[in-house]
C-alpha cells in the first residue's frame, strides 16, 4: 500500500508475508551447496537439479508469488506446491514424478507425507524466525533514527514515512511470530 497510495493501514485485513525472496535465496544456497557425486559414490541430488525443478515449477505457473496469511495460519498453495517439490533430497526425476503424484491426489506413503510436512513446516518456522528477527532489528533501527532526529532536531526523514515503515515492519513481525506458535 505505501508504493502504491502513500501510506498503510495499522490494521490491513489483506496483509500477507511475501515469501518469494526467501525462497528465492534458500534455492540458491541449496544449489551452491551441493556438489557432483564420485565413482561409487553418486550424489542423490546434483547442482542442476534444483534448477529442474524450479523449471517444472515454471512450467505449471506456480513459480512466484508465495505467500503466508496470517488468518488461518495458512501457506498459499503456490508455496506448499514449491516447498513439495524443493525440499526432496532426492534426484529431480524422482522428486518431479513424485511431486506430479501428490499434485494429482494420488495414494502416496503416509510416512512420506508426514516427512513432508514436517519439512515444511521446518523450513516456514526457521524463515519467519529469520523475518521476525530482521523486522525486530528494523524496527529498532527506525525507533533509533527517530529518536536521534527528535534530540538533534535535524529532520532528514519525514516522521510520517518513518511511522509508515515502523508500521510496516510491526506487521511483518507479527505474521512471522504468528507461524512460530506450535
Known amino acids: 500500500m505505501l508504493a502504491e497510495y502513500g501510506f498503510v493501514l495499522a490494521d490491513n485485513p489483506f496483509q500477507t508475508l511475501e515469501m518469494d525472496q526467501h525462497v528465492h ?11 557432483p557425486g564420485t565413482p561409487g559414490r553418486p550424489a542423490t541430488m546434483q547442482p542442476g537439479d534444483i534448477d529442474e525443478l524450479i523449471c517444472a515449477l515454471k512450467q505449471h505457473g506456480l513459480w ?7 488468518d488461518n495460519g495458512d501457506i498459499s498453495y503456490r508455496l506448499h506446491a514449491a ?3 524443493l ?4 534426484s529431480s526425476k524422482r522428486a518431479i514424478a513424485w511431486w506430479e503424484r501428490w499434485r494429482r491426489g494420488e495414494p502416496s506413503h503416509n510416512n512420506d507425507l508426514d516427512n513432508k ?9 526457521a524463515t519467519c524466525q529469520t523475518i521476525a528477527d530482521a523486522a ?9 533514527f527517530r529518536y536521534a532526529q527528535e534530540t538533534s532536531q535535524r529532520y532528514l526523514v519525514n516522521d510520517f514515512l518513518a511511522r ?13 511470530k504468528s507461524f512460530l506458535v506450535p
Not at 25 to 35: D, F, N, P, Y
Not at 64 to 70: A, Y
Not at 117 to 124: G, K, T
Open 87 to 90: 525440499l526432496q533430497d532426492v
Open 25 to 35: 535465496e534458500w534455492a540458491a544456497a541449496v544449489k551452491s551447496k551441493l556438489r
Open 64 to 70: 512466484g508469488d508465495f505467500t503466508l496469511s496470517p
Open 136 to 144: 525486530t532489528r528494523n524496527m529498532d533501527a527506525i525507533h533509533r
Open 117 to 125: 510436512r514436517h519439512a515444511i513446516r521446518s523450513w516456514v518456522t
Open 164 to 176: 509508515c515503515l515502523h508500521m510496516l515492519w510491526e506487521e511483518e513481525h507479527a505474521i512471522a
Open 83 to 85: 516447498l513439495q517439490l
